[in-house]
């Protein structure tokens, strides 16, 4: 408890002034001190915002703040802490960070001081045994922590004041922050790593003397004087970040790599302290030791977060791709007013202008101008595409010449690049199957490393002391598990970070897993292996056999009856029907817009409408039949010559006779003839879905080189269709459009929407390509097994090096100053092989 505080003047303050402030660390003042009760004892302070906001933290129970302010560091002294942390619960913040869902709620926080799997594994599992937390996932190659939970069970800024507890420090996750972040941090990593360069050169020049022949004169004692002197302050400021994450790790009682390095740097340094303070002439100092383990081991996280960086370059350009700033117009008394804002104070329905050669800054719809828009970073496609009035733009993409005026219809999160970058990030912060492995060892492999860093000693012991430490060291220096603990997560956040730059979207890491091991593809026909786009290509009836584009104009009976069809069609939002309404108005035919009554439409069989007063079916051949329509035989023949052919056909009916047939051709899509090839060539099973009548289907697969087809399915029944290929023990990829695709895209193992980028996609797919080239299903399945042989090859290394190294340390053939170069460069070489994935995309 604290108790209220009191104001001393000046002569009380003199006897107390050496101590600075207990909150912010500033000097206490002259005039003035303010005393108060923290939790029993007596603390002065320097105003009372600094007495309040340390009540206030006591009170909460986080005293442990002061503990864990970096040394050195300063604190301005904020009059209202807790107001601070209780912003984060207002619904009006959270807006900013918090995507809300029917059962729960998802933020992305940037933790500090996050560096090795057991970090990781200390604040998933702690995180997860709090009521309302429903998972908790730590990415270790960025530093951000995904947490899913009940908001009315715990606020935010509990979790925050957990997280603290911890010793780790999370704020709500932010592009610009994060870049701050990483630079601080590397700043404080050079700072340190250029104070132990120093004292190593300086104690170069002490041990050269102690080699050559000083320790056994009289200055011995004065260069191990010397040498402690050069090392103290840089074991202390140095390695102050192992000893700091060694004390949290005892604390938590959740070992990490920072406790052996501080027992092995403590130890050797206690050791040589103690032969210099008794002066003895038989023991050796190793100040050297420590100063030079500190300054490689430095070295080596420091170019291991270089690494970690560069190998996320991609997702970096993702967030780079959003600009700061936009030009928003304004209605002004001589016209529209152009001024420049955040990007935050551009709200829906405003207006912006687009120059050429700017990002668009928002998604938006054009309201005037025409211009070419470079979409490469989002779908990888490097042609511009051109967008004129009513054209849909997206958040990143680079405008040409043209300049454009556009209302804003998404901002941030909600724009097509903020959901990339969304599932980017998941993907990064997923876990494969296959990292269960490294997840299960990682906890005890600290453990095991003090075990055999204890038998070592004792082993050795009979050795001498000097050699029983030195040994000991080495043992706990060289054994790390980062590199294991980085194998996968590093691996799948290169592997998601090119896929997005290449338009291949993937959900999480798990999804790279499962799909590099199926060997069963299942197209959807229309849209995905052909281009989805209907035309109409013949006209056949009792009277004439029309194709448009032909010398012979349109019997006056035929064109009635197009008409007719036409503005039945033109209430149904399929794309056949799309495909009679154009034709009919490139034929001039100009349908009634509103003409047709009774309309009903029965999905993957057709629609029914009443036009003057006739009865009209427009549909497949068996659901006119059902409806008691009388076939024609003209028709029928009509209809097997298109199905040898593979074009698709439906029929008309009038009052209960069936007057014509219309055939309606959809083009195989370019890529689609090499896709299968390709597949087959992998030893992949093919089997082509479609609701079109088996002929056509057939003759399809034919010109594609022969599949499997199952035709004739509504559809409803698709994902039914998935589950029973699945019943015969088939694990299925299922590429479709994304929106009428998406039962089955679900249902499937592995579903793969192809060019639609709409929420359904996203929500039903576990991979999203955002063009329709079919060269990029080619590409997922190629960076799913590279991806997963990446992994296995990072695992492999991981335990190569372990089991190797380890033996020759306790063995007594690796010194510590070797072991401490040595422990770094595993890590360098997963994180370089995690890299390579990033050239498999480059020769195409």
């Known amino acids: 408890m604290t108790e209220s505080s009191t104001l001393k003047p000046q002569a009380d303050a003199s006897v107390v002034a050496a101590e600075p402030c207990y909150h912010c660390q500033l000097p206490l003042p002259d005039n003035e001190i303010v005393d108060g009760l923290i939790d029993g004892e007596s603390k002065q302070f320097c105003c009372q915002g600094c007495r309040s906001v340390a009540e206030t933290i006591h009170n909460a129970g986080l005293g442990g703040f002061y503990e864990r302010i970096l040394e050195g560091e300063q604190l301005a002294p904020p009059p209202e802490l807790t107001d601070a942390l209780a912003m984060y619960d207002l619904d009006e913040v959270q807006q900013e960070f918090v995507s809300s869902g029917q059962d729960s709620s998802e933020v992305h926080l940037l933790v500090e001081g996050v560096h090795c799997a057991a970090c990781v594994w200390l604040i998933e599992n702690s995180l997860r045994r709090q009521p309302g937390i429903e998972e908790a996932r730590v990415n270790l190659s960025g530093r951000k922590l995904k947490v899913l939970w009940d908001r009315s069970r715990l606020p935010l800024s509990r979790m925050l004041e957990l997280l603290g507890t911890l010793g780790y420090k999370a704020v709500p996750y932010d592009p610009n922050s994060a870049e701050d972040s990483f630079k601080k941090q590397n700043r404080h990593l050079l700072f340190r790593m250029g104070f132990a360069a120093f004292a190593m050169m300086n104690l170069m020049w002490i041990s050269i003397a102690l080699y050559t022949g000083a320790d056994q004169g009289e200055f011995r ?8 002197a050069l090392a103290t302050p840089t074991l202390i400021y140095s390695g102050y970040p192992f000893f700091r994450g060694a004390w949290f790790s005892i ?26 303070f008794t002066g003895s002439v038989v023991g050796e100092v190793y100040f050297d030791t420590v100063v030079n383990f500190l300054f490689v081991i430095l070295v080596g996280r420091y170019l291991e977060a270089m690494s970690k960086r560069k190998a996320l370059a991609s997702t970096q350009r ?4 959003q600009p700061k700033v936009a030009t928003r117009l304004k209605p002004g008394v001589d016209g529209d007013e152009a001024e420049l804002v955040a990007i935050r104070a551009v709200k829906k329905g405003d207006r912006v202008l687009v120059k050429p050669g700017e990002r668009i800054p928002v998604d938006g719809v054009v309201l005037e101008g025409s211009s070419q828009l470079d979409e490469a970073m989002l779908t990888g496609e490097s042609i511009p595409v051109t967008k004129s009035v009513g054209a849909q733009v997206n958040t990143g993409t680079l405008n040409g010449s043209g300049t454009l005026v556009i209302k804003v219809t998404g901002l941030l999160g909600e724009s097509a690049l903020g959901q990339i970058i969304h599932l980017v990030e998941d993907a990064q912060s997923s876990r494969a199957p296959i990292q269960r492995l490294a997840d299960r060892i990682v906890p005890w492999f600290v453990m095991v490393t003090l075990s055999l860093a204890l038998a070592s000693f004792i082993w050795w012991w009979g050795a001498g002391i000097e050699q029983a430490l030195m040994v000991a060291t080495s043992v706990l220096i060289i054994t790390c598990p980062c590199a294991l603990g980085m194998a996968t997560p590093m691996s799948i956040a290169v592997a998601s970070g090119l896929g997005a730059r290449h338009g291949i979207l993937v959900k999480n890491g798990e999804v790279l897993e499962r799909l590099s091991a199926i060997r069963h593809f299942v197209f959807d026909k229309t849209g995905t292996l052909t281009e989805g786009q209907m035309q109409l290509s013949a006209l056949v009836t009792e009277q004439q056999s029309w194709q448009p584009g032909q010398s012979d104009p349109l019997h006056e009976t035929t064109a009635a009856l197009l008409k007719r069809v036409a503005e039945i069609e033109r209430l149904s939002e399929h794309p056949i029907a799309s495909a009679i309404v154009r034709c009919a108005e490139q034929q ?39 409806q008691q329509v009388q076939p024609s035989e003209t028709l029928e023949q009509a209809a097997a010559e298109m199905d040898q052919r593979g074009i698709s056909s439906i029929r008309a009916a009038c009052d209960g006779q069936e007057l014509a047939l219309i055939a309606i051709e959809d083009r195989i899509r370019d890529g689609a003839k090499a896709l299968i090839e390709w597949l087959k060539a992998q030893g992949a099973e093919i089997t082509l879905l479609s609701g079109d009548r088996r002929q056509t289907a057939e003759a399809v697969a034919d010109q594609l080189g022969g599949m499997e087809v199952i035709a004739e399915v509504l559809p409803q029944d698709k994902d039914r269709t998935i589950a029973e290929i699945q019943a015969r023990g088939h694990e299925v990829v299922m590429v479709g459009d994304g929106v009428n695709d998406a039962p089955s895209l679900v249902r499937a193992d592995v579903g793969i929407a192809l060019g639609s980028g709409t929420d359904v996609s996203i929500a039903s797919a576990d991979i999203v390509l955002l063009s329709n080239d079919l060269a990029r299903v080619d590409q997922a399945a190629q960076l799913s097994q590279r991806t997963l042989r990446t992994v296995r090859q990072n695992i492999g290394l991981s335990f190569a090096y372990n089991s190797i190294m380890v033996p020759l340390a306790m063995m007594g053939l690796v010194t510590p100053l070797v072991a401490a170069i040595t422990m770094p460069i595993s890590s360098l070489l997963v994180i370089g092989n995690a890299a390579r994935i990033s050239t498999l995309f480059r020769r195409k």
């Open 318 to 321: 993702l967030l780079d791709l």
């Open 588 to 626: 001039e035919l100009k349908p009634r817009a509103i003409s047709a009554e009774q309309f009903s439409s029965h999905p993957g069989q057709g629609v029914i409408g009443i036009v003057d007063g006739q009865r009209w079916l427009i549909g497949t051949p068996d659901w006119l039949r059902q």
């Open 221 to 228: 004692g004065l260069f191990h004087w010397v040498g402690l």
């Open 251 to 276: 604390r938590n009682l959740s070992p990490n790599m920072d406790l052996p390095i501080a027992i092995g740097v403590s130890i050797t340094y206690l050791y040589s302290a103690y032969v210099t």
